[in-house]
């Protein structure tokens, strides 16, 4: 099976465009700059498929249902040409609870008690088990991903769909990875966060690390 897993172009949060609005996480778009480059990635990836004689014709696109995910796939998908396209509730952005749509350098000072408790959590346990207030931990997202892995693996069983490309999260991205080749959560603790339009190719029991950097 090959799988070409793909986060997400700049978004309005990536960008620090909206911390005042604070649109839900849902719904945040891409700026035009991401816009472009997931267009320009998806033009890259279909001439790397076709450089690596990566047949299309049974490939099928799968995305979170979160606007910047679908916005990139579809950008992605102006090259890639792929009718076969679903979405996924577990392929979601991790949930930041309290801190969603909040700088970093925030969260002390509007919720300092919250804060504390999370710090507290990182130092003990790390952060792929430490759990945002109101949110997730990675831990959280490796489970609902597993669920996704079942899904997968039927198709390519029954219906014999051996290509995918996923447009994610990061966070979702590095926990996919985690349950598909059992890595431990001090690879995770290790593994830095993808940036915007990265692409990570898995061949079978290959993990070919980012392609497009």
């Not at 700088?103 to 504390?116: A, F, R, S, T, V």
């Not at 990182?122 to 990675?138: D, H, Q, T, V, W």
């Not at 996919?176 to 001090?186: D, I």
Request: proline letters at 4%; charged letters at 25%.
């Amino acid at each position: 099976m090959h799988i070409f897993l793909i986060r997400h172009g700049e978004s309005i949060s990536n960008a620090g465009e909206n911390y005042v609005n604070r649109i839900p996480d849902h719904l945040v778009p891409l700026t035009e700059s991401g816009k472009r480059q997931a267009y320009e990635g998806g033009v890259w990836l279909k001439n790397y498929c076709a450089e690596k004689g990566i047949d299309l014709s049974r490939a099928r696109i799968w995305r979170s249902p979160f606007l910047r995910t679908r916005q990139t796939a579809d950008e992605f998908n102006k090259s890639l040409c792929i009718t076969d396209i679903r979405e996924d509730i577990t392929l979601t952005e991790q949930q930041f609870g309290l801190f969603d749509s909040i700088p970093y350098e925030k969260w002390g000072e509007l919720y300092p008690n919250e804060y504390q408790e999370y710090e507290r959590q990182l130092a003990n346990y790390g952060k792929f088990y430490a759990r945002l207030p109101l949110g997730e931990s990675p831990f959280d997202v490796a489970i609902r991903v597993h669920q996704f892995l079942g899904t997968i693996h039927r198709d390519y069983e029954k219906h014999g769909i051996d290509t995918l490309f996923i447009f994610t999260h990061g966070t979702t991205m590095r926990t996919f990875l985690l349950r598909w080749f059992h890595y431990s959560p001090e690879w995770y603790h290790e593994e830095h966060n993808p940036k915007n339009c990265w692409i990570r190719e898995i061949d079978g029991k290959s993990d070919l690390g980012y392609i497009n950097i």
